[in-house]
C-alpha cells in the first residue's frame, strides 16, 4: 500500500514538473519590412506562424506622440526587451550612451523571479548584451547571462571585413549554428537570437535581390532554430514559446535607410507558436513590438509588481486582456481617456499621478484612485480642476486582467 502511494506521489510530482518546463526563443531579424517579409519566399516563418500567428506589429512608438521612438536598431531591440518605449527606455539611437536601467529588461524580470533559471543570447553586436541586456553592471543588479555567444564581429582575423559584408552572413550563420546547438542540448529557459545580416543588405543595396536573399538566409536560419525546439518539444515534452520579430521596416523610396516615420520603417510583425493568440492580438489591426515582453511574462509565469504593471507599454498576445490601445487628450481642464475594450468583465480602475518618481529613480509613483468604470464603457473623463496643477501625469487604467498607461506632457 505504501509503495503504491509512493508511486503515485512521484507520477503526480514528474506530471507537474512537465508541465511546468516553459521554454521561450525570441529572434531579432534585423531591418525586414512587413511587406519584404511577406513578398520573399520564408517558408520557416510562415510554416512557424500557420502553428501560431503573422502578426502586423509596430515599432516607433506612436507617430507624433510623447512615445515616438526612432526606427532604428538599438532603440528597437530596446523596445523588445523592455515592453516600453524611447520615452522611458532612453535608447535613441545605436551609441547606447545612457539606457534607462529603472525599465528592467526581460531577462532581468525573469531572473528576478527565477534566479536559478538559465538565460541565453546569441548574437553579432556585443553591445547587445554589455550595454542593453547591462550585463554585470550594478545598475542591472549585476545581471549575469548563463549562456553568451557573441563579439565575432570584433574577430577580424577569423571573420576578415570584406566589403561585401559576407563575414556577416558568416558570423549570423555561426550563432545560428551555437543557437541551435545550446538549444538541444542544454534548452535555456529565455533565449535571444539576433541577426543582423538582412540589414547590412538593406543598406547596400537597397529593396534588391541582395537584400532578398538575405532574407531567404535569416528565414532558413529561423528554420535551423525551430528544428532544434521541435526536437526538444518531441524528446522531453517541453513547452516551447518562439516569437520572431524585427527591429524596423526600411525606408518607402529605395529601401536602404530607416530611422524615420514612415508606415513601412515603422512596419514590423510578430510571428509566434502561440496557441492560441488571444482576442487582443485577433481584433487588432496592428499589435506592437513591445506586446511581446507581456506575452512573455504570461508564458513563463513571471509575476510583475503594479508598479511594473503600470510601466509597462505593451498587453500581452496571450490569455485574457481586459482593454488595449488608451488614447488620452485634453481640453478644458478634463482628460479625455478612451480605450479599445477587449474582454468586458469587471471595471477599469482610473489611476492618476504627477511624479514621474519610477523613470528616475526607479521608485513607485504616487497614485491617486480617481474613480472605476465598466471596461465595456471604453471612456472616462478626468476632472483636472479638482486635482494638483501639473504640467505632467501619468495615467494608469487597470483592468481585472491587464494594465495600460498613458502620459500626459503639456507644452
Ligand atoms: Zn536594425
Not at 91 to 100: E, F, G, L, Q, T
Not at 195 to 221: I, K, P, W
Request: charged share 25%; aromatic share 10%; glycine share 6%.
Amino acid at each position: 500500500m505504501k509503495k503504491i502511494l509512493i508511486a503515485a506521489a512521484f507520477i503526480f510530482v514528474t506530471g507537474v514538473t512537465a508541465a511546468q518546463k516553459q521554454k521561450v526563443v525570441f529572434v531579432i531579424i534585423d531591418g525586414v519590412s512587413k511587406d519584404v517579409m511577406e513578398s520573399v519566399p520564408t517558408p520557416n516563418l510562415h510554416a512557424i506562424a500557420q502553428e501560431g500567428a503573422l502578426l502586423s506589429a509596430y515599432q516607433g512608438g506612436e507617430r507624433n506622440e510623447f512615445n515616438q521612438t526612432p526606427t532604428i536598431s538599438a532603440p528597437g531591440y530596446y523596445n523588445v526587451l523592455t515592453g516600453v518605449w524611447y520615452h522611458k527606455h532612453n535608447v535613441p539611437d545605436n551609441d547606447i550612451k545612457a539606457p534607462n536601467y529603472n525599465y528592467p529588461t526581460i531577462f532581468r524580470l525573469f531572473k528576478n523571479q527565477f534566479p536559478e533559471g538559465k538565460a541565453a543570447v546569441f548574437s553579432s553586436w556585443q553591445d547587445n548584451r554589455t550595454k542593453l541586456i547591462g550585463e554585470g553592471l550594478a545598475q542591472t543588479g549585476n545581471i549575469k547571462m548563463d549562456y553568451h555567444f557573441d563579439g565575432l564581429e570584433l574577430d577580424t582575423v577569423k571573420y576578415p571585413h570584406d566589403k561585401g559584408r559576407k563575414f556577416m552572413s558568416d558570423i549570423d550563420q555561426a550563432v545560428t549554428d551555437e543557437a541551435s546547438r545550446v538549444i538541444s542540448q542544454n534548452a535555456p529557459d529565455l533565449s535571444w537570437v539576433y541577426l543582423e545580416f538582412t540589414d547590412d543588405m538593406g543598406h547596400m543595396y537597397g529593396d534588391s535581390e541582395q537584400f532578398h536573399n538575405a532574407v531567404q538566409a535569416a528565414d532558413r536560419r529561423v528554420g535551423q532554430l525551430w528544428e532544434a525546439i521541435k526536437q526538444r518539444k518531441e524528446k522531453y515534452k517541453e513547452d516551447w514559446l518562439i516569437v520572431i520579430t524585427t527591429d524596423h521596416g526600411r525606408d518607402p523610396k529605395t529601401g536602404r535607410g530607416h530611422g524615420g516615420q514612415s508606415d513601412r520603417e515603422r512596419a514590423s510583425w510578430i510571428v509566434n507558436n502561440a496557441k492560441p493568440i488571444n482576442n487582443y492580438a485577433k481584433q487588432t489591426q496592428q499589435v506592437s513590438v513591445v506586446d511581446i515582453v507581456p506575452t512573455i511574462c504570461r508564458f513563463l509565469n513571471i509575476k510583475l509588481s503594479a508598479d511594473q504593471q503600470r510601466e509597462l507599454d505593451g498587453v500581452p498576445l496571450i490569455g485574457k486582456v481586459s482593454l488595449a490601445q488608451p488614447v488620452a487628450s485634453t481640453a478644458n481642464h478634463k482628460i479625455n481617456l478612451t480605450w479599445m475594450p477587449v474582454d468586458n468583465e469587471g471595471k477599469v480602475k482610473v489611476w492618476l499621478a504627477s511624479t514621474n518618481d519610477y523613470k528616475q529613480t526607479g521608485r513607485p509613483d504616487h497614485y491617486k484612485l480617481i474613480g472605476e468604470v465598466p471596461v465595456k464603457d471604453g471612456k472616462f473623463n478626468i476632472d483636472l480642476s479638482r486635482e494638483a496643477t501639473s504640467n505632467f501625469y501619468k495615467v494608469v487604467l487597470e483592468g481585472k486582467y491587464n494594465t495600460v498607461n498613458r502620459w500626459i506632457i503639456s507644452k
